[in-house]
């Protein structure tokens, strides 16, 4: 997905088993999506967490933040109840919404792939990072919001 793409629609079961469609948020305000490998894993819980650690920041310059990633619903409900996650996380588990949006594998092609990406209020992508590495893609985000 290239910067100037349009958010695409989609709809998919969030942590609480509810079928979460975009089009609740698109074009409304800036949406903050971030794709992650996987559930209780370092990495994903050091992101999940530095996010919502800064969820207050994000709500401030009035974006909402959505994870996902191809767990379950119900293995994204004990993730988000065990690390206190206030945003919403969804559960591409046949992968639709990654491929929709580009995210690769990496290592080697045997991990999925960590990438954010921000839509401004009229669902234009604006920016877009890509990093294994999980905690600049916060302060990245941020920073391009407060701009």
Do not use: W
């Amino acid at each position: 997905m290239e910067l100037g793409a349009t958010l695409p629609d989609f709809t998919l079961n969030d942590q609480n088993g509810q079928s979460f469609s975009i089009s609740k948020v698109k074009a409304k305000k800036p949406v903050v999506v971030y794709f992650y490998p996987k559930n209780f894993t370092p990495g994903c819980i050091k992101e999940a967490c530095a996010f919502r650690d800064a969820y207050e920041d994000f709500l401030t310059e009035g974006a909402e933040v959505i994870g996902i990633s191809n767990d379950s619903d119900a293995s994204h409900q004990k993730f988000a109840k065990k690390y206190q996650l206030p945003f919403v996380l969804l559960a591409d588990t046949a992968n639709n919404v990654r491929k929709k949006f580009g995210v690769r594998k990496r290592m080697v092609g045997l991990l999925p792939g960590r990438e954010t990406f921000v839509f401004d209020e009229n669902g234009i992508l604006v920016f877009k990072f890509e990093s294994m590495g999980a905690t600049q893609h916060i302060k990245k985000s941020l920073e391009y919001l407060r701009k």
